[in-house]
């Protein structure tokens, strides 16, 4: 690729495993023989991640490892650890820096002259310019750290929305730190322990990834928009960034149209800005408008200079199903009919789901809360298997744009809070024609979970008696937060951290990049700064981006109600092949036995089985995923 200065530059996306050990005390130098043992096993652990190469760097107090993913550029140039043009900075570094290139212009303006053709360099050269506020310079997905030689102090960061993890470990002698929980679970210190306070509201509440805590007791993720500084007085970490949601209901004198040319303006550019690589990209399908979106965006986009990568037809990859209500093989084909783009179809089956259980538990590393992970594990799988490197996804549209049912709920009773009873009525006029969309869902479950306070008698009496003692939510859960409120707390807590670690996990499972368009740190500040009615009104879900695709999507597409994404049928999959392995696992499994009284639990399980229990499916999935997780990896 050439800029329009001439100037040929590369693109080198490093989905790469970091790892390190930083101790607090003169004794590392000791320990430093140890201590490169053990990182070269991290780093081994993460093989997938990277298995083009494996490097380390020592220093005193340090040892940084590193696993790359070459994609591009093959030469030993743009290895990792990096190290700056005078040797004081040394980096690792997993992820992508989308406006790599625009801030290479920027710093070469300053002076600095650049050895290589990598964005690891434009960090490396970002933090010796700007410090501790490269961060706000960077638009991509990262998780780094970097030592400076000098000052003996380790830099630590992660992106704004937490696209790409950091895992650490600390005690009084050291840091432990690396891109997957396995990798530290390598270190004879750590054992894999579990945390009974996230599995209690994992249990009970059904989440995940929703504070810094992580199911293994000691090891805890550094959180989305924050950085680490660590030396040997210790360590401190702070926000650098948190979305500012508007939480005006309408504004006087708004634009729609203006709203929806930026939009569209944003997402365009969001997506050509990923299509920056030298190797073969593809995308996420599932019919949805959020998928179907980028794709009918990037086919627009096709120029010269991405053919070679998207190719003249872009590949596209989709898991369908045959059952009625998981269904949308009509609204892929709608897209695939208007952009003529090549399609990958898989279903995923049951048989092939417990057979491949372990893998993907040991990919994931931590529970998850429903079968539907699988469908995307499969998705992944494939585009490894023909030959594509990176494929974007849809990711983060739904928290930022109110996509899920719960938000219809919210909306009304945000109007009754800010007394806006003129809206109100027009909104329940106008509820009627969204009514499939709210049968997509199962009401009496979302009433349980979301007004009830999803801590029924019955869960209860399958909880041991310890645990009934806890009766306390996790807190923000429920629809009584404000809307504004609640939407962030979906972006930082309850909802897109959980999908962005299956991502990441199931994608590099498979060494595949994966890219998300609507996390583009401009698109969501955008879509912050939007009233609330930009988001839903009239009956409608994701208001604006309907409208700002207007003459892009095919209006089947736009205008549908129902919401589903890669889903698999849970109930007839746990309830009919899958039934013996779950009651044999709540009949046997010792790990369950310190949480639940596990005759109520089969007896329960049989009353869904038989129809005869409000209790929903994901939550004997999470009780039977609980088993298997402690079983594949050895949790106590």
């Not at 998981?326 to 208007?338: G, M, T």
């Not at 041991?464 to 409120?485: F, T, Y």
Request: hydrophobic share 40%.
């Amino acid at each position: 690729m050439t800029d329009p200065g001439g100037t040929r530059f590369f693109n080198i996306p490093i989905m790469c495993g970091i790892a390190g050990i930083f101790s607090f005390s003169d004794r590392f130098g000791a320990l430093q023989p140890r201590s490169a043992k053990l990182i070269k096993a991290m780093v081994r652990a993460m093989a997938h991640r990277g298995p083009d190469g494996m490097s380390l760097f020592e220093d005193k107090l340090i040892t940084l490892g590193h696993c790359r993913l070459k994609i591009i550029d093959l030469s030993d140039d743009a290895n990792q650890p990096m190290h700056d043009a005078e040797g004081r900075y040394v980096v690792v570094y997993n992820g992508e820096i989308y406006n790599y290139r625009e801030l290479r212009v920027t710093l070469e303006k300053k002076g600095y002259q650049f050895r290589t053709h990598s964005d690891t360099e434009v960090l490396l050269n970002s933090y010796s310019e700007w410090g501790t506020d490269c961060l706000q310079h960077f638009n991509g997905m990262f998780a780094f750290a970097l030592w400076d030689r000098h000052r003996k102090s380790l830099f630590c960061a992660r992106d704004r929305l937490g696209v790409k993890p950091f895992y650490y470990h600390a005690d009084d002698q050291r840091i432990l730190f690396a891109s997957e929980i396995k990798a530290l679970l390598n270190s004879p210190d750590i054992r894999p322990r579990a945390d009974s306070d996230t599995i209690m509201a994992f249990i009970q509440d059904g989440v995940v990834d929703h504070t810094e805590k992580t199911f293994f007791n000691g090891i805890q993720k550094l959180p989305a928009g924050h950085h680490m500084i660590v030396n040997r007085s210790g360590m401190a970490i702070s926000r650098y960034w948190q979305v500012q949601v508007n939480d005006e209901i309408e504004e006087k004198n708004s634009n729609l149209e203006h709203y929806a040319a930026t939009v569209r303006r944003l997402l365009t550019e969001a997506v050509a800005i990923r299509l920056r690589s030298d190797v073969p990209i593809g995308s996420c399908l599932s019919g949805g408008i959020d998928s179907s979106a980028i794709v009918c965006l990037i086919n627009d986009a096709i120029s010269p200079c991405v053919k070679q990568n998207v190719g003249e037809h872009q590949k596209t990859y989709s898991s369908v199903e045959t059952h009625p209500l998981l269904d949308e093989r009509r609204f892929i084909q709608s897209v695939l009919n208007q952009t003529n783009a090549d399609s990958c179809w898989l279903t995923p089956n049951p048989s092939n789901f417990l057979d491949e259980l372990p893998d993907v538990i040991w990919h994931q590393e931590e529970p998850f809360v429903s079968p539907s992970i699988y469908a995307q594990w499969c998705i992944f799988r494939k585009v490894r298997e023909t030959g594509v490197t990176v494929v974007l996804d849809g990711q983060g549209a739904d928290e930022q744009l109110c996509g899920y049912r719960k938000f219809t709920f919210l909306w009304f009773r945000e109007l009754i809070r800010q007394r806006e009873k003129k809206i109100f009525l027009r909104e329940l006029f106008y509820a009627p024609t969204n009514w499939s969309y709210l049968l997509g869902g199962n009401l009496r479950h979302g009433l349980q979970r979301y007004l009830l306070g999803g801590r029924s008698e019955k869960l209860k009496a399958m909880l041991q008696p310890r645990w009934c003692k806890i009766s306390n939510r996790v807190e923000g859960l429920g629809i009584h937060a404000a809307m504004a409120d609640r939407i962030r707390l979906d972006m930082e807590h309850f909802s897109l951290p959980s999908l962005l670690r299956y991502e990441d996990k199931n994608a590099m499972a498979f060494s595949v990049e994966s890219r998300t368009p609507y996390l583009d740190v401009r698109f969501v500040e955008y879509i912050a700064s939007l009233p609330l009615n930009m988001k839903i009104q009239f009956g409608w879900t994701k208001y604006i981006l309907r409208h700002a695709m207007k003459n892009v999507l095919p209006e089947s597409v736009r205008c549908r109600r129902s919401k589903l994404g890669f889903d698999t049928p849970i109930h007839q999959w746990i309830t009919g092949p899958l039934k013996n392995e779950f009651v044999n696992t709540f009949k046997y499994g010792s790990f369950l036995s310190t949480y639940f009284q596990q005759d109520i639990l089969i007896k329960e399980f049989e009353n869904l089985c038989s129809n005869r229990t409000y209790l929903p499916d994901t939550f004997f999935f999470r009780a039977f995923i609980l088993q298997k997780w402690a079983d594949y990896l050895g949790v106590s």
